[in-house]
């Protein structure tokens, strides 16, 4: 049973353009998500994250948003670069569980065409 | 600062035998979690480890086990190795009890079983 999914496991856009990426939970516990990015050979690296206190969180060129009656969240990137081009991970955490275990999706390969 | 560090980077096992990775965590950092991807699972949790306790514990076998020292460095264990095990396990540190999900990876020990 995946409690985290990222039903595209790819996507390409042109250089420029926004990247949307999107991540659907069935776990009505998780309160805390979480986006990561992984280019080969070199493990995940922290991008942004949101509460379910909030819909939105801003940082820069990474924006993520937040539906929780839909159990849906995104993240747009814009302009997209090609430098972003790696696979995105969306995870969930339960808080207040005192850990850190998060539930992983399966991962987006993004590719900006230049 | 230096970041998470795994060793080894690469190896290769028989089935049947047993492999210990080690993981040190950033300096500071005393939560240590274990992940294990592989292209058709994705990042699956294994455990969690926060001042040599074992604080949490995904949903593997009892043949993965693992450890935390008092230097916050940790270990994980594979026994009786399978075919399936063939995977990159990431080793992720966190300093804060504060459960926010924001994870350190290492670059990963990729296990290959044959």
């Known amino acids: 049973d995946q409690q985290v999914k990222q039903n595209s496991p790819s996507l390409s856009v042109q250089e420029g353009r926004i990247s949307i990426l999107n991540c659907d939970y069935t776990?009505?516990?998780?309160?805390?998500f979480l986006w990561y990015k992984k280019y080969p050979a070199e493990g995940p690296t922290f991008l942004i994250s949101?509460?379910?206190?909030?819909d939105k969180n801003e940082d820069g060129r990474f924006t993520v948003f937040l539906n929780k009656s839909a159990k849906h969240l995104s993240l747009h990137i814009v302009p997209s670069q090609p430098g972003d081009s790696a696979v995105y991970f969306c995870?969930?955490?339960?808080?207040?569980?005192?850990?850190?275990?998060?539930?992983f999706g399966k991962g987006t390969k993004l590719s900006v065409i230049p | 600062k230096a970041g998470v560090t795994q060793t080894p980077r690469y190896l290769i096992k028989t089935r049947g035998q047993q492999v210990t990775l080690s993981c040190s965590p950033i300096?500071?950092?005393?939560?240590v979690s274990w992940y294990q991807q592989t292209p058709g699972q994705g990042l699956q949790f294994l455990f969690e480890?926060?001042?040599?306790?074992?604080?949490n514990k995904g949903n593997f076998p009892g043949r993965f086990s693992g450890r935390q020292f008092s230097n916050s460095r940790s270990e994980m264990n594979v026994s009786t190795l399978e075919l399936g095990d063939s995977a990159l396990y990431l080793c992720?540190?966190?300093?804060?009890?504060?459960?926010?999900?924001?994870?350190?990876f290492g670059e990963g020990s990729r296990l290959t079983v044959l």
């Open positions: 776990n009505s516990m998780f309160d805390y």
């Open positions: 992720a540190s966190s300093f804060d009890r504060a459960n926010t999900g924001e994870l350190f």
């Open positions: 949101i509460s379910s206190i909030k």
């Open positions: 480890y926060f001042s040599e306790t074992q604080r």
């Open positions: 300096s500071g950092h005393r939560s």
């Open positions: 995870a969930a955490s339960p808080r207040g569980a005192g850990s850190y275990q998060l539930t």
